[in-house]
């Protein structure tokens, strides 16, 4: 029988990897977490956007549009999840798993406008003077604010780092900032209470900075998806578990994440008179590593070189 060599045939295989994930209980869990945040947000919005209008608290004004900004955040999240089910096509032959990442854009712009507008009425309302009244109430709504957005805060990020979702996290530091500008809105309704009119305007703008730091973060993170940013550790431990297989003189991978898909491409680098039915073998000796010691990979494409 003869055996064909790595010089005859094409080198490169796809091989899947033992990763375990449930796509679609995944999936049922984000849907789940981005409800629940909407309704809780929303809520928590309203109240503090009326106590805002009654006690004229620009502070809490801007805390309460972030609060309900996060409601068409939700919005654009469960569109990206949506959209990523669809499966591959001759046009998209990897799906449209990139919808959750473009899905961070439109999070990092709403974060973005909120910032503007919370700047904007601040200082506003510090050159003219304006009056905060009733604010025993705005302190009531300050606080429901910080309450309501730690709850949806720490739930979104639980669920997103264990269906290692990009977006999702995305969307629960957006929630988590929101804590933090309720509690710089509280801090100026206090100081108000004590004698300082210059301390609501004043919590408006360190609220604008906590947003603007928080949608600089954000927009890093999404931007560095969708240009295929990865973990350095995660082409060292790629490579690792590839070189560790008897037969693999040297490898180097690349890899890349699409939506919540890590996909991992190793050339592997062997002995010429190696056969193409043995190549193929090494392929998967090497996807078992990379299922052992890089679970979160979702992919893997393999590809055999001819050592010099």
Not at 189 to 199: F, H, R
């Amino acid at each position: 029988m003869v055996h064909k060599t790595l010089g005859q045939r094409d080198p490169a295989a796809a091989f899947p990897l033992a990763h375990g994930r449930d796509d679609a209980g995944e999936r049922r869990q984000a849907n789940r977490a981005i409800a629940v945040s909407a309704i809780g947000l929303g809520a928590t919005g309203l109240a503090e956007l009326l106590l805002a209008v009654f006690t004229g608290s620009v502070g809490l004004l801007g805390d309460a549009i972030h609060n309900l900004s996060d409601v068409s955040t939700s919005a654009v999240v469960f569109l990206g999840f949506r959209l990523s089910r669809r499966p591959p096509t001759e046009k998209y032959p990897y799906g449209l798993e990139r919808a959750e990442d473009l899905a961070g854009i439109g999070i990092a712009a709403v974060i973005w406008a909120s910032a503007a507008f919370a700047g904007y009425e601040s200082v506003r309302k510090l050159i003219e003077h304006g009056h905060t009244s009733h604010v025993a109430a705005g302190i009531i709504g300050a606080v429901l604010g910080i309450l309501g957005n730690q709850v949806v805060a720490r739930y979104k990020l639980v669920v997103g780092r264990r269906i290692n979702s990009a977006t999702l996290i995305a969307d629960a530091w957006h929630s988590w900032l929101d804590a933090l500008s309720s509690a710089g809105a509280l801090l100026g309704l206090i100081a108000v209470a004590l004698g300082l009119p210059w301390g609501d305007p004043l919590a408006g703008l360190v609220v604008t900075a906590f947003i603007c730091h928080v949608g600089y973060e954000v927009t890093k993170d999404v931007v560095n998806r969708l240009a295929d940013g990865i973990d350095p550790e995660v082409i060292a431990t790629a490579e690792a578990a590839a070189g560790s297989v008897p037969g693999v003189i040297h490898a180097h991978a690349r890899a890349r994440w699409t939506g919540r898909t890590l996909r991992v491409e190793i050339e592997g680098w062997v002995d010429p008179e190696v056969s193409a039915k043995d190549a193929d073998a090494l392929g998967r000796l090497v996807a078992g590593q990379i299922s052992r010691q890089l679970p979160e990979a979702g992919s893997l494409t393999w590809t055999t070189r001819a050592a010099p």
